[in-house]
């Protein structure tokens, strides 16, 4: 047995996938079947035999079976061997994902769909799990697994330890406590005369490399959310197999940041930190109004031109708080209502209309040299960060709208009391 680790998390998993597939089939679930040919000799007629679809009904319940309290744990050992690909291929899988978690999800349904082949009752002997695990174990890469290093500056991040331990396997650091890192990767787009922080990822294989630079971007698009200051991503990483040479990674522009003072993390925020990235990373969503307008605050940090990072503000804010459209005149007093208190929503409510007014005159070329437009930017930025934050960690609803609508409701003036009804009509 090559991967004891491995070995036991599935064999638990599968003693619970078991139970809970079972107990379906006895409460009266029932198991699709097919008619299968078994061959017959010649002049004879053809025989014929059910058998059971089990991996049809194991595929309408894996999202039960993901919920089960070894699922966790067998899918993390499954990402921590090589071969996989290699596993799914050899079993006929049409598609073979390149996301590690991915992965290990389509080779436990796989590796249940063997253990349970021709089974209509879902029962688990030693015999079935030792075939199936055989067949994986087989499939597996032996010997030493390459590891991949891969690096890249952090431009507007300072730490306050040499390294900080994040989720999905990122280590934030200074540069010169990563040995061995090239020296461009400190220094590329750094702002001013001081080495960018590093963002270290050690992966598994080259499948996983290829998923580095969504995690990058996602990495820097949690630490704009968690604070205040020009983070940024440069616009190329550098990686290694092994001990091997550096070879160049282009992240496609990276991600820019304009100009502005940087996020300052220090020791007694790490914690906070870790929990953050990774709630916002199981939270972040796919679509919708709050998947476009984290887009146009990316876009907003991006921007070399403070008028056109106010544009990307007012619609990613008019995307969460004004559906009915500009015209409504509706964004104001909700951006008011959620962000300040009570006593400086009308001062707040004013600032907003002044930024929507100076928009207007930016697209018609009549605003002022000394607009204040950095200004007006770095606030709507801070009011942006708040309400999206808040959004994607639970602590405000996911429909703004109607978040703000129900505060308004209660600052509402009280109804006059309706007139006496005249005693004769």
């Given at each position: 047995?090559?991967?004891?680790?491995?070995?036991?998390?599935?064999?638990?998993?599968?003693?619970?996938?078991?139970?809970?597939?079972?107990?379906?089939?006895?409460?009266?679930?029932?198991?699709?079947?097919?008619?299968?040919?078994?061959?017959?000799a010649r002049r004879r007629p053809a025989l014929y035999c059910y058998r059971p679809l089990t991996g049809a009904f194991i595929r309408e319940r894996l999202g039960?079976?993901?919920?089960?309290?070894?699922?966790?744990?067998?899918?993390?050992?499954?990402?921590?061997?090589?071969?996989?690909?290699?596993?799914?291929?050899?079993?006929?899988?049409?598609?073979?994902?390149?996301?590690?978690?991915?992965?290990?999800?389509?080779?436990?349904?796989?590796?249940?769909?063997?253990?349970?082949?021709?089974?209509?009752?879902?029962?688990?002997?030693?015999?079935?799990?030792?075939?199936?695990?055989?067949?994986?174990?087989?499939?597996?890469?032996?010997?030493?697994?390459?590891?991949?290093?891969?690096?890249?500056?952090?431009?507007?991040?300072?730490?306050?330890?040499?390294?900080?331990?994040?989720?999905?396997?990122?280590?934030?650091?200074?540069?010169?406590?990563?040995?061995?890192?090239?020296?461009?990767?400190?220094?590329?787009?750094?702002?001013?005369?001081?080495?960018?922080?590093?963002?270290?990822?050690?992966?598994?294989?080259?499948?996983?490399?290829?998923?580095?630079?969504?995690?990058?971007?996602?990495?820097?698009?949690?630490?704009?959310?968690?604070?205040?200051?020009?983070?940024?991503?440069?616009?190329?990483?550098?990686?290694?197999?092994?001990?091997?040479?550096?070879?160049?990674?282009?992240?496609?522009?990276?991600?820019?940041?304009?100009?502005?003072?940087?996020?300052?993390?220090?020791?007694?925020?790490?914690?906070?930190?870790?929990?953050?990235?990774?709630?916002?990373?199981?939270?972040?969503?796919?679509?919708?109004?709050?998947?476009?307008?984290?887009?146009?605050?990316?876009?907003?940090?991006?921007?070399?031109?403070?008028?056109?990072?106010?544009?990307?503000?007012?619609?990613?804010?008019?995307?969460?708080?004004?559906?009915?459209?500009?015209?409504?005149?509706?964004?104001?007093?909700?951006?008011?209502?959620?962000?300040?208190?009570?006593?400086?929503?009308?001062?707040?409510?004013?600032?907003?209309?002044?930024?929507?007014?100076?928009?207007?005159?930016?697209?018609?070329?009549?605003?002022?040299?000394?607009?204040?437009?950095?200004?007006?930017?770095?606030?709507?930025?801070?009011?942006?960060?708040?309400?999206?934050?808040?959004?994607?960690?639970?602590?405000?609803?996911?429909?703004?709208?109607?978040?703000?609508?129900?505060?308004?409701?209660?600052?509402?003036?009280?109804?006059?009391?309706?007139?006496?009804?005249?005693?004769?009509?």
């Open positions: 047995m090559r991967h004891r680790n491995l070995h036991t998390a599935l064999r638990a998993f599968a003693d619970d996938a078991a139970a809970a597939l079972g107990a379906d089939v006895a409460q009266g679930a029932e198991v699709p079947f097919e008619l299968e040919e078994t061959g017959a039960t079976l993901a919920r089960l309290e070894t699922y966790a744990p067998a899918a993390q050992a499954l990402r921590e061997v090589a071969g996989l690909d290699g596993y799914l291929r050899a079993r006929g899988e049409p598609r073979v994902p390149r996301d590690p978690r991915d992965l290990s999800d389509a080779a436990l349904r796989v590796f249940l769909d063997r253990l349970f082949d021709g089974s209509s009752d879902f029962a688990l002997t030693n015999e079935r799990f030792d075939r199936a695990y055989g067949e994986l174990e087989g499939a597996l890469d032996d010997g030493h697994t390459p590891v991949v290093t891969l690096v890249v500056g952090l431009p507007g991040l300072r730490i306050g330890s040499p390294e900080v331990q994040l989720p999905d396997g990122i280590t934030l650091a200074v540069a010169d406590s990563v040995p061995g890192a090239p020296h461009d990767a400190a220094w590329l787009a750094a702002p001013g005369d001081e080495p960018n922080v590093l963002a270290v990822l050690t992966l598994a294989d080259a499948v996983a490399a290829d998923g580095a630079p969504a995690r990058l971007r996602r990495l820097v698009r949690a630490l704009r959310l968690y604070d205040a200051g020009a983070v940024g991503l440069a616009p190329v990483a550098w990686a290694r197999l092994d001990a091997g040479a550096w070879q160049l990674v282009d992240l496609q522009g990276g991600s820019p940041t304009r100009p502005g003072a940087p996020l300052d993390l220090t020791p007694a925020q790490e914690d906070e930190l870790r929990a953050f990235v990774s709630l916002t990373a199981r939270r972040m969503p796919r679509g919708g109004e709050l998947a476009w307008a984290l887009r146009r605050f990316d876009l907003a940090f991006e921007r070399g031109d403070a008028a056109e990072a106010l544009t990307d503000l007012l619609l990613a804010l008019r995307a969460l708080l004004e559906p009915e459209g500009p015209e409504s005149g509706l964004l104001a007093d909700r951006l008011a209502v959620l962000c300040a208190a009570d006593e400086e929503r009308d001062a707040l409510a004013d600032r907003i209309e002044a930024a929507v007014a100076l928009e207007r005159a930016i697209v018609a070329g009549l605003a002022p040299p000394a607009s204040g437009v950095e200004d007006v930017v770095d606030e709507l930025t801070e009011h942006l960060r708040a309400l999206l934050g808040d959004a994607l960690c639970g602590h405000l609803d996911t429909d703004l709208v109607k978040a703000a609508d129900a505060l308004r409701g209660t600052q509402a003036p009280p109804m006059e009391e309706p007139a006496e009804p005249p005693l004769f009509s």
